[in-house]
Structures are given as C-alpha cells and as structure tokens.
C-alpha cells in the first residue's frame, strides 16, 4: 500500500512518530474496510473502531483499520505497536485479530491474545496489548524469505529492519475459527508515539465514505498488489477499485 497523498494530519504524523513528542493522532489518519464501524463508547473515550468478521456467506468475512505511517519508513523505526481491545463475540483464535506490518508485498502477522496459541481470549472486558513489539515479542514472519512462526522482533528486524513498511493494517476474519461472528472492539492503539483514538469524523467502513475515495486510489499503479490480505488479494485493479468504489462490501469483478 503506498500514500501517495500528503496531509497535514500525515505530516503531523511523520513529525510525532519521529521523535518530536507524543500526540493523540487526527481520526483523518485511518480509515476502516470491509465490516469495521466507529462506536461509542470506547476505552475511556468517546469512540472505539468495532471490526467483525460474518461466518462466510452471511456477509463480510474480515473488518479492519488501515492506519496512515510516515513516507519512508523502515521496520527499525517501527518501536511501540500496542492497542486496547474487547470481544463482544466469540475471541481470539484462528490467526485474529492481528496487527499486519506490510513489507515486500507480504505481511509480518502480530497477533493479539495469550502466547502461544492466541486463543481464550475474555469477552466484555478491556485488555491491553502492551507493546507488541519489544526486543523478545514474538511475531509471525513466515511470509517472509527466511521467516517462522514464532520469529523475535530482534530477529525480524535483524532480517528485515531496513526494509520499508508500507502499511499497518488490524485486523479480524477468523468467524470460521468460530463458527459463528467474532466482534471485537479496539481503541488507543499505538504505532510508535502516536495514539488512534477513532474520534468522530473518522473513515468510515461499509459506508463509502471519503476513506475508500482514497483506498481507490491506492489500487493504481500496481497497488491492487498490496493487499495481500484482508480486504485482498484482488485478481487486477479493476476488481481492487470495484471493491472500494462500493464501500468495501464485496470482491465484485
């Protein structure tokens, strides 16, 4: 995924996650796909982001945030990746909910939820992540040429560390893990300095709002190739802009 667009609220962005202070970040700053809406009440605050994922053929299969980061980034400068969450159906497990750090084309998977199964996670109670990425948090780097399952940060960014980041995505779309919906609601979440607190006026999901007039644009030019994963992989970038073009509702040719 590339931002070829530059905000203010981006620039704000760059500065803050650069070492020029902490800040709670503008809501232009992301915008959420497929079955993912803003409600309220969040963790002490006013909103929170609720992703869901449908049992297949009930509706969407994943919801998520995709967040604006600094042009240019590396996955070494990438030091605090954290949010609070809470189900409200079913839990963790399956491989979701999940941060997704895009770089090459692939994705370094951080999964929320107890180590090392990711599963039995509480309903109706706010959790912390804590930072998701320490010196001996553990990630999943097998899409990667060398990667494993169960990888140390300290080796990812031994592997991977100057390699830029080109998206940060989280993520839920394991229903069929369940059997049945899994909702999970997420506030605070962190990329380095800079707090996501989803407050109004954000993007919005399943709505087609301004949030997919920009994920369009993200298609051309080779960009239907990013998404790799949730809300991808698209077949061309006809099918990749069709699916924003309609609110992120379905994969339609």
């Known amino acids: ?74 996955l070494n400068q990438l030091t605090n990746l954290s949010t609070d969450y809470m189900f409200t159906a079913s839990s963790c497990g399956g491989g979701s909910p999940r941060f997704q750090i895009n770089i090459d084309g692939k994705n370094i998977q951080v999964y929320l939820g107890p180590f090392p199964n990711y599963t039995l996670c509480a309903q109706n109670i706010w959790t912390s992540s804590g930072n998701l990425v320490t010196a001996a948090s553990v990630v999943d780097t097998s899409q990667l040429p060398g990667g494993t399952f169960y990888d140390t940060w300290t080796s990812a960014l031994a592997k991977y560390g100057t390699h830029a980041v080109t998206g940060i995505q989280l993520v839920t779309d394991s229903s069929w893990f369940f059997g049945a919906t899994q909702t999970v609601v997420v506030d605070n979440a962190m990329i380095n300095a800079s707090t996501f607190t989803f407050e109004s006026g954000g993007q919005g999901g399943g709505g087609g709002g301004g949030g997919h007039n920009q994920d369009k644009e993200k298609c051309k030019k080779g960009g239907w190739m990013d998404f790799t994963s949730s809300p991808g992989p698209f077949r061309n970038q006809g099918q990749c802009v069709s699916f924003f073009a ?8």
Do not use: C, E
Not at 246 to 253: E, L, P, S, T, V
């Open 1 to 74: 995924m590339k931002f070829l667009k530059i905000s203010l609220a981006s620039l704000v962005l760059a500065a803050v996650s650069f070492g020029l202070g902490p800040a709670v970040v503008a809501a232009t700053t992301f915008d959420l796909f497929g079955d993912a809406t803003l409600i309220s009440p969040g963790n002490n605050s006013n909103t929170a982001a609720q992703l869901r994922s449908n049992v297949t053929g009930t509706g969407q299969t994943s919801g998520g945030v995709n967040f604006a980061i600094p042009a240019g980034m590396s």
């Open 246 to 253: 309609r609110g992120g509702r379905n994969k339609a040719d």
